[in-house]
C-alpha cells in the first residue's frame, strides 16, 4: 500500500461519507461540512449554525497525517475513525490515537506515536 497516496484518499472518502450522512438529515440551521488541507495532511468534519437559537461550532472528527500516521486528534463518532481505517485496511499501528495522552496510548491497541 502506497501510504502517501492511499492514506490521504482513504480518510477523506470515510468522512465525504459521514459528511454526506449527515447531509441528509436536512436542517436549515446547522451546516455540516469537511474541511481538507491536503497539502498539510489535515482532515476536519465540523458542523456550525445556530440550532434552537443556540450557537453550535464543533469538530466531530479532526485527523492529521503525520509522519506516515493517522493522527485521530478528535473523534465524536460512535465507533470512532480508527475503526474505520482498520476496515480498510490500515494496520494498527499506523493509527495514534492523538486524543489520548502519550502515557496513556500504550493501553491501546494502537500506535503509540
Known amino acids: 500500500m502506497d501510504k502517501l497516496t492511499e492514506y490521504p484518499q482513504m480518510i477523506e472518502r470515510i468522512l465525504t461519507e459521514y459528511v454526506e450522512l449527515c447531509n441528509r438529515r436536512h436542517n436549515p440551521d446547522l451546516e455540516t461540512f469537511l474541511i481538507v488541507d491536503k497539502p498539510k495532511g ?3 468534519w465540523m458542523n456550525l449554525g445556530w440550532p ?19 493522527w485521530i486528534e478528535e473523534d465524536w463518532t460512535e465507533e470512532g475513525i480508527a475503526t474505520d481505517l482498520v476496515r ?21 491497541d494502537f500506535a503509540v506515536a
Open 42 to 44: 489535515h482532515y476536519i
Open 52 to 70: 434552537n437559537s443556540e450557537r453550535l461550532m464543533g469538530i466531530t472528527v479532526y485527523v492529521r497525517l503525520k509522519d506516515s500516521k493517522f
Open 88 to 108: 480498510a485496511g490500515v494496520d494498527k499501528e499506523d493509527i495514534v490515537l492523538a486524543f489520548h495522552e502519550p502515557k496513556m496510548r500504550s493501553y491501546t
